[in-house]
């Protein structure tokens, strides 16, 4: 994720062209920080060079929330991820009725703050996963990382109970947690910040940063 601090970096399109040839499928960015043509440049880049683009909302009003739907919609975002679990059912049938074939991964239980946190207890998660679900998501958005209550049985929960692709998200920032989510099956996670603060490679650049964490995949 081109993100730092839950914000888009503004230099996103030069480190994109800096990490490109990685090998990374998968890249994207926050729905803030940007301006809607700086937006249209990176996410047309995204698909120039063939990899697949995922826009993050976070926000906790509907209409903020909206915002960022219609911003994935206008540049062309494969993928939306985020999104407080109230507005799911609502922003399902807002894609389908603009013809719009951007897949959604939403948040489930208490999210608060920013930078995000989770609350609220694991069968509450599970159950708004599996509410979810029902309405057709592509998968689910888990601040794992980001979770107040106990990790380890959260995933654990949601790797057994939880059917659709699962994006772990936030704070993902060692290499003793890309091996737990690999061994547990986890769809994809994202990783921003620890890039950007050197934290896989000592003073390592960001293309050095990526290929690390790469290699352990």
């Not at 049938?93 to 208490?110: C, L």
Request: charge should be neutral; glycine fraction near 10%; aromatic fraction near 10%.
């Amino acid at each position: 994720m081109l993100t730092h601090h839950d914000v888009t970096i503004p230099d996103a399109r030069q480190v994109l062209d800096e990490v490109k040839d990685t090998g990374l499928k998968c890249i994207g960015c926050k729905d803030i920080g940007l301006n809607i043509d700086q937006y249209r440049e990176l996410f047309a880049a995204f698909k120039k060079y063939g990899i697949e683009s995922f826009l993050e909302v976070v926000t906790y009003s509907e209409e903020e929330h909206f915002r960022g739907v219609d911003l994935a919609i206008k540049i062309g975002a494969d993928n939306l991820i985020g999104g407080m679990p109230p507005y799911t059912e609502k922003t399902m049938e807002y894609f389908k009725r603009k013809g719009a074939g951007t897949r959604f991964f939403p948040y489930v239980g208490e999210v608060t703050g920013h930078p995000c946190v989770l609350g609220g207890t694991i069968d509450k998660i599970i159950k708004d996963g599996r509410d979810a679900e029902k309405l057709g998501i592509h998968g689910i958005n888990l601040l794992l990382y980001r979770y107040s209550g106990d990790q380890n049985r959260l995933l654990a929960s949601a790797t057994k109970e939880i059917k659709v692709p699962l994006i772990v998200a936030g704070n993902v920032a060692d290499f003793n947690q890309i091996k737990e989510l690999k061994d547990n099956g986890v769809w994809a996670f994202t990783i921003g910040g620890a890039v950007f603060e050197k934290k896989f490679v000592k003073n390592g650049s960001n293309k050095e940063q990526i290929l690390a964490v790469l290699k352990k995949l």
